[in-house]
C-alpha cells in the first residue's frame, strides 16, 4: 500500500533514461499532474464545505476530517514534486531524495485511507444500524486489526528505506509486499461489508430510499466498493503481474483511484450530516 513504483512511463523508460524537460514533455506526464491538479481542487472545495457546515464540538468528523487534509497533503506533495523532478538535472542523491518524498507520500496517503475507513464503518454504520451492538463491536474490531496492520506495514517500510544493506531491503520487500497484499484484502473485504450493511439499512428501512440521504448511500456503496476491488486489484498486479502496466492504465488507476476516495468521501460526509441534523433521520438512530 506503500509504493515507490512510476508508473506514469512508457513501457521500457524511466525518468533518468531521458532529458529532464523532455521528459515533463510526454502527454502522460503532463496528463498525471492535470489529474492531481483537478482532484486537489476537488479536495479543497470538499474541505471548505466542511469547514463552513460541520459543528466544531462534533467528534464524529474527527477522522473524517483528518482523512481529507492527510488526501490534500499527499496531493500537493505529488503535485510540486513531479513537476520539480522532470523539469531539473539532477544528482543520483537528489534522485534518492525524490523517491524518498514519494515514499512519504505514500505513509500520508495510507493513513488518509485508514481514517477514512474509520469513518465509513464506525460513524456510518453504526448510524445506519441505529447503534447495532454487534455492528459497532465488528466495526470497531475491524478498525481496530487494520489500524494495527498499518501501524506495522508503515514501520516495516521506513525500515526498508533506512536499510543501508541490499540483502535486508529484499527480505523487508517480501515482508512488505504481504502486509501490502493484506490491507489491501482487509480493505477490499471491510468496504465490502460495509455496502452490504447500507444496502440492508435501504431495505428495511424506508426513510433511507428517499431524498438525498439515498442519492448519498448510493454514492458510497458505489465508491467504497469500486475502491476496494480497485486497491486488491491494483496491489495483487503490481506484485505478481507478469506485464508492467502502460501508461494510458496507469492514468486510468490514478483517476479512479482519486475519484473513488472523494466518492466515498463525500457520500460519509452527507449521510452523517444528513442523520446529525434532520429529526426524522436522527429520531430513527436514537
Not at 200 to 207: C, E, I, L, T
Amino acid at each position: 500500500m506503500i509504493s515507490q513504483r512510476d508508473d506514469t512511463l512508457p513501457t521500457g523508460s524511466t525518468a533518468s533514461s531521458m532529458p529532464k524537460c523532455y521528459a515533463f514533455k510526454l502527454g502522460v506526464i503532463q496528463a498525471q499532474v492535470a489529474l492531481i491538479a483537478v482532484f486537489t481542487i476537488v479536495y479543497l472545495i470538499a474541505l471548505s464545505i466542511f469547514i463552513r457546515r460541520i459543528p466544531r464540538q462534533e467528534k464524529a468528523w474527527i477522522p473524517l476530517v483528518i482523512s481529507l487534509v492527510l488526501a490534500i497533503v499527499h496531493a500537493i506533495i505529488n503535485l510540486v514534486a513531479t513537476p520539480i523532478h522532470y523539469c531539473s538535472t539532477q544528482t543520483y542523491a537528489q534522485e534518492e531524495k525524490y523517491w524518498l518524498i514519494l515514499f512519504a507520500a505514500g505513509c500520508i496517503h495510507l493513513w488518509a485511507v485508514v481514517f477514512l475507513v474509520a469513518t465509513i464503518m464506525i460513524s456510518v454504520c453504526k448510524r445506519l444500524t441505529r447503534n447495532n451492538r454487534w455492528m459497532v463491536i465488528l466495526a470497531s474490531g475491524y478498525v481496530g486489526v487494520y489500524t494495527i496492520l498499518s501501524i506495522a506495514s508503515t514501520a516495516i517500510a521506513i525500515r526498508t528505506q533506512i536499510a543501508e544493506n541490499i540483502s535486508s531491503r529484499v527480505s523487508l520487500y517480501g515482508v512488505t509486499n504481504s502486509l501490502a497484499i493484506t490491507q489491501a484484502a482487509i480493505v477490499a473485504a471491510g468496504m465490502s461489508l460495509a455496502v452490504l450493511v447500507m444496502g440492508v439499512s435501504m431495505v428495511k428501512q424506508a426513510h433511507f430510499r428517499r431524498g438525498a440521504i439515498s442519492i448519498a448511500i448510493i454514492v458510497l456503496m458505489v465508491s467504497s466498493l469500486g475502491y476496494g476491488i480497485l486497491q486488491l486489484v491494483d496491489i495483487v498486479t503490481s506484485i505478481y503481474g507478469p506485464i508492467r502496466r502502460t501508461s494510458t492504465l496507469s492514468l486510468v488507476y490514478l483517476a479512479l483511484y482519486r475519484a473513488f476516495f472523494i466518492g466515498c468521501w463525500l457520500g460519509a460526509y452527507y449521510v452523517v450530516a444528513i442523520l446529525e441534523k434532520d429529526p426524522v433521520y436522527k429520531s430513527s438512530n436514537a
